[in-house]
């Protein structure tokens, strides 16, 4: 039995995505943040010691970290590859890239908050310009393909939905069509629609 311990507003809503695109029986706990401090309740806290969401629990198996939960469910469950390049292809070198480039914009885009909430001084301006420069980098690798590796849906879309639906509250979405096209595609997919449904409504992140 698969169980997501899903939080309100966070990255734990591509994982129901992929979870509804692999058509996967699963329960889904959802929390809301704490008021006071918009942080995670203490019962979400209780499920893994980093006290982060998403959590997967899947039979005996008890993950975080929203890229490792995603990868053990295209390993365990992506049967016949629809989500996964071909192995020793440059589409796969590719697909790997993207995994570790969308950390790196989850982190850009934390600085950016801090940055937003906070006085920084002189590191302002450096982690304002590390949104900008990964956006600009996706925004360049989008131009003539459907997805982020070409023509294929694969687990990297999945990962990098989520920091880039975050961090256009930090750049001008103007600037960056192929985004705003690619995310359009990800939020009127019918898979992501489902998501929506399942967790009684879609990502909100304006207030991050």
Known sequence: MITLHYLKQSCSHRIVWLLEA???????????RNP????????????HPLGKAPVLQDGD????????????LLDRYDDENRFTPAYKTNDYS??????????????????ALV????DLGDFAQYTNAQVGLYFNHVE????????????QLTGADFV?????QWGLNYVEKADFPNIARYLEQIENHPDYLKA???????????KF
């Open 115 to 118: 940055s937003k909430k906070g």
């Open 22 to 32: 692999l058509g996967l029986d699963y329960e889904l706990k959802i929390y809301d």
């Open 196 to 206: 929506n449904e399942k967790t009684a409504g879609g990502l909100d992140l304006s």
């Open 61 to 72: 198996l008890t993950i975080a970290e929203g890229n490792a939960i995603i990868q053990h």
């Open 94 to 111: 590719n697909y790997v890239y993207w995994l570790a480039i969308s950390a790196s914009m989850f982190s850009a885009n934390l600085l």
């Open 36 to 47: 006071d401090n918009s942080m995670a309740p203490a019962e979400l806290k209780a499920q």
């Open 140 to 151: 360049q690798s989008l131009a003539g393909k459907k997805w982020i590796v070409g023509e």
């Open 160 to 164: 990098l939905s989520f920091p880039l």
